[in-house]
């Protein structure tokens, strides 16, 4: 199974507060990968921040994870996938963000999971398998 880094893990991961080589030694064998769109949000903490040495600090750590991690395009097959699950949350009335949408519609295509810190907006996906990685979180 593939699993698929939600943006919120490495960022914690970036702050120090996940322990993200913990987190790949425990699924050693399983790949890992991001969506196109934690690309795009990663990038744009680059962007934004401020003052230019943490800009520099976090681009390094950014261009790192994007060396290391394969995203995952968001496609019309994605897309389609991508359509049900919006419509099957609006029907539901428990409507997620739109970035984790487009993550999870991804996660779904490919049949990989979703490892993230925000467990309540994923979970209500149908069909998408979730991983908690509080065990890897420090306090």
Same mark, same amino acid.
Request: proline share 5%; hydrophobic share 50%.
């Given at each position: 199974?593939?699993?698929?880094?939600?943006?919120?893990?490495?960022?914690?991961?970036?702050?120090?507060?996940?322990?993200?080589?913990?987190?790949?030694?425990?699924?050693?064998?399983?790949?890992? =990968?991001?969506?196109?769109?934690?690309?795009?949000?990663?990038?744009?903490?680059?962007?934004?921040?401020?003052?230019?040495?943490?800009?520099?600090?976090?681009?390094? =750590?950014?261009?790192?994870?994007?060396?290391?991690?394969?995203?995952?395009?968001?496609?019309?097959?994605?897309?389609?996938?991508?359509?049900?699950?919006?419509?099957?949350?609006?029907?539901?009335?428990?409507?997620?963000?739109? =970035?984790?949408?487009?993550?999870?519609?991804?996660?779904?295509?490919?049949?990989?999971?979703?490892?993230?810190?925000?467990?309540?907006?994923?979970?209500?996906?149908?069909?998408?398998?979730?991983?908690?990685?509080?065990?890897?979180?420090?306090?």
């Amino acid at each position: 199974m593939g699993l698929i880094l939600d943006t919120s893990v490495l960022i914690a991961a970036e702050k120090g507060r996940l322990d993200i080589r913990q987190l790949f030694a425990v699924h050693e064998g399983e790949p890992f =990968y991001i969506a196109a769109i934690t690309a795009a949000e990663l990038l744009h903490g680059v962007a934004r921040a401020q003052p230019p040495a943490r800009r520099r600090h976090r681009s390094l =750590y950014v261009e790192a994870v994007l060396s290391q991690l394969e995203p995952i395009e968001f496609d019309l097959p994605v897309a389609r996938r991508h359509a049900e699950a919006w419509a099957a949350l609006e029907r539901k009335g428990e409507m997620i963000g739109p =970035y984790d949408l487009l993550i999870a519609a991804t996660a779904l295509h490919h049949g990989y999971a979703v490892v993230t810190l925000n467990l309540g907006e994923f979970r209500r996906v149908a069909g998408l398998r979730v991983v908690d990685p509080a065990r890897f979180v420090s306090a």
